[in-house]
């Protein structure tokens, strides 16, 4: 019985987990199938997510306040990047990579000096809990993977119904056709490079008050995303969604039974032997 | 014919720096003599990554895994088996060389963004595990294990590498023919095929090359370099920790070549060198060195994505006593 409740217990941690890494991992991905690039800074705006929101915290008092301002912020601060820094040298990907891992640089060092080395905690803003299998459980936990599933949908409405949305998705299959047919590019691929930063800063927000808030953090996300990534199919926002909630369940249940550090070396043997089989990814084109 | 004066042009510039690396020490503080031990070092690692990046178009964030594998085999064998240097140097590269054969028989498997994310993960996730309690009894963490070089036996001679003057002196030589092999490599039929690869992987296997073999090649040539470069680094600081496979350092390596120049071997040292001294003179300003990575990163990608040496090379042809560039 006792192991059925952890089992359990497991499970419901890696849903969690899992939507929150697709959040994040649907950032990534949008922006690696429209510009072309792996962003490399994409740990920190998810670091820099949950850090603004904890400012904010502090300054309006209310968690509610900063989980709509702090993905806010960090969207525009993804659309200045993208039109200051990338934009210039988006000729070339290899150099706009590079470019983006002097940005994680700059972001993880700044808000060292700011913020300071050691990790805060934002406290959760609902306090229900309730029990499973005698086991008392955050309510809260529950509250992170509705909002992320609400927020995924909400990106698939927008990127089906709304015109950005589906010009986002034209320069993904057709770039030359989409230019051909008036489709403003740059402001597309800025558009995108925000909404990128925005998915990960809510990721970050949202984890907030479950993990260590320090300048770190989004090194010890970003191994997790791009597992993630690759095992979806790099560009494929189903495969990224499927993969994050995959690796979500296989370390939460994996961590049953040993430490977080052994379950993120299962999901490494996961996708080492996804990508002799399929180097694709599950969802993800032949390129 | 052109590519012969432009041979000699660099092998008189070379053949000037030599000497100068000789005979620099007598005109240097004790200070500026262990930075330029430093650079050296640095500009070895960086080196090492330039021949996979600059010369086989592999862009890889992992190198840390080595030059940590390099440093810790070194300090394991130094430290708990009590090896002499001659023997723990060889350790340290042989580990460096089998990780690399690990990881890069994986990571050459896949193409570009792939092999891009794989580096970083494994970099990241080494870390990670040699931080976890199962492995802290080998790593102690971020915990310095300091050690003792002992004295090395040097055919009818013994010299002690704790005198700085004969670690300079060490460091130099390494560094030196590690360069000149390096240099022999980028020149010879297999630097060939890699430079082949890097323009074009798809008729670089048209032709009939195995790419994932010589991928495979560059990856432990490379690994090799990192490996000697974390043991030499060892040895002059006298210590190992974790920060030796920080995914900063894998950074460090990237910012030297880029900004010094990819693709030109001697870019690395000159990347290395620029940011280090600038960094010490400015130190009063630049309390953050990652930080000033970053910015100097981003100068450099926007203004002269081929570096300082494009720089000179650009300068060099419009004065019009540069040759002729295609």
């Known amino acids: ?287 | 014919m052109k590519g012969r004066e432009g041979l000699t042009l660099r092998v008189r510039i070379l053949a000037g720096i030599v000497p100068g690396l000789l005979l620099l020490p007598i005109f240097l503080t004790p200070y500026q003599r262990s930075v330029l031990t430093e650079i050296m070092i640095w500009g070895l690692f960086a080196m090492a990554f330039d021949l996979l990046y600059g010369y086989t178009g592999m862009l890889s964030f992992g190198q840390a895994i080595f030059f940590g594998a390099g440093a810790y085999g070194m300090g394991f064998a130094v430290l708990r088996l009590q090896w002499g240097v001659w023997e723990a140097l060889g350790f340290g590269i042989v580990l460096a060389a089998v990780f690399a054969a690990v990881v890069g028989a994986l990571a050459v498997r896949v193409t570009g963004h792939y092999f891009l994310i794989l580096t970083i993960t494994f970099s990241v996730i080494s870390v990670l595990v040699l931080q976890s309690g199962h492995w802290r009894w080998l790593s102690r963490g971020y915990v310095a294990s300091p050690f003792v070089p002992p004295n090395v036996p040097l055919g009818l001679w013994t010299i002690s590498l704790t005198d700085p003057l004969v670690n300079y002196y060490w460091v130099l030589t390494f560094v030196v023919l590690s360069f000149f092999a390096c240099w022999r490599i980028v020149h010879s039929p297999l630097g060939k095929v890699f430079q082949c690869i890097r323009e074009n992987e798809e008729r670089s296997r048209l032709i009939g090359y195995h790419v994932e073999r010589f991928k495979l090649i560059a990856f432990v040539l490379a690994g090799i370099f990192s490996g000697l470069s974390g043991a030499l680094l060892a040895l002059t600081l006298r210590y190992v920790d974790i920060s030796f496979f920080e995914l900063s350092l894998s950074g460090k390596a990237v910012a030297w070549t880029v900004i010094g120049g990819a693709g030109t071997l001697i870019g690395a040292f000159l990347g290395a060198a620029v940011f280090i001294i600038s960094t010490d003179y400015l130190s009063a300003w630049t309390v953050n060195v990652p930080l000033s990575i970053g910015l100097l990163l981003l100068v450099t990608v926007t203004l002269a994505p081929d570096g300082l040496i494009g720089v000179v090379r650009r300068s060099l042809a419009l004065r019009g006593d540069g040759r002729k560039r295609p």
Request: charged share 10%; proline share 4%.
């Open chain 1, 1 to 287: 019985m006792e192991i059925v409740a952890q089992l359990a217990l497991g499970a419901i941690n890696g849903l969690v987990w899992g939507f929150i890494l697709a959040l994040i991992a649907l950032g990534l991905t949008l922006v690696f199938g429209l510009l072309e690039i792996i962003n490399v800074s994409h740990g920190e705006l998810y670091m820099l997510g949950a850090v603004l929101g904890w400012y904010i915290l502090q300054a309006a008092g209310s968690f509610w306040i900063s989980l709509l301002l702090a993905p806010l912020l960090v969207g525009i601060l993804g659309l200045a990047v993208e039109r200051a820094v990338l934009r210039p040298i988006e000729a070339k990907p290899i150099i706009t990579i590079i470019a983006t891992f002097g940005l994680s640089l700059i972001f993880q060092q700044s808000v060292l000096w700011v913020f300071g080395g050691a990790p805060q905690r934002v406290p959760a803003p609902i306090a229900w809990e309730f029990s499973i299998f005698g086991f008392g459980y955050s309510g809260y936990r529950l509250f992170v993977a509705f909002c992320s599933a609400l927020a995924i949908a909400a990106l698939w409405g927008f990127l089906h119904r709304f015109k950005y949305g589906m010009w986002m998705r034209a320069v993904q299959q057709d770039r030359e056709m989409a230019l051909a047919l008036g489709i403003p590019i740059s402001q597309v691929y800025m558009l995108t490079f925000g909404l990128g930063g925005a998915l990960a800063a809510l990721g970050g927000i949202l984890a907030a008050p479950i993990v260590a808030l320090e300048f770190r953090m989004g090194l010890d996300i970003l191994p997790a995303v791009f597992i993630v990534v690759i095992i979806g199919g790099l560009g494929s926002i189903e495969g990224s969604l499927l993969a994050a909630l995959l690796i979500g369940e296989l370390e939460g249940l994996a961590s049953v039974f040993v430490t977080p550090t052994t379950a993120r070396i299962f999901s490494l043997v996961f996708m080492s032997v996804v990508l002799l089989f399929r180097p694709e990814g599950l969802l993800g084109r032949r390129h």
